[in-house]
């Protein structure tokens, strides 16, 4: 069984940063792709930033430049860096990895709430 726990949510100022991360555990064989994605009240879940196995990353117009994805693949877990965070930041941000060799499942986490007070 596979799990994906996020951490590292919560309240902060417009202009401040957050980091996020995400760790997937239990039966692990390959690791692919993992990312971010978020949801907003209202509107759909949208992709922010992702990242290969090998380091290639794509970002979100709306967070280039301001947010950073990152992998420990020792630890199986992806980070997201939040700077220079503004209240249309704020939504519930969700991990996701592929897993599998032939096959690759998609696995998400359970969500965590960030929120960007102006």
């Known amino acids: 069984q596979v799990q994906l726990v996020e951490s590292g949510g919560g309240l902060v100022q417009t202009g401040g940063s957050l980091r996020l991360s995400c760790e997937v555990s239990g039966s692990i064989f390959s690791v692919k792709a993992m990312g971010w994605y978020r949801q907003a009240p209202g509107k759909q879940r949208e992709l922010v930033a992702s990242?290969?196995?090998?380091?290639?990353?794509n970002y979100a117009d709306s967070v280039k430049g301001r947010f950073t994805v990152s992998r420990d693949n020792a630890k199986n877990t992806v980070y997201l860096q939040m700077n220079s965070l503004k209240p249309e930041d704020t939504a519930v941000y969700y991990c996701n990895a592929g897993l599998g060799v032939n096959t690759i499942v998609i696995y998400w986490g359970q969500g965590i709430q960030v929120t960007v007070s102006s």
């Open positions: 990242i290969t196995s090998v380091g290639s990353t």
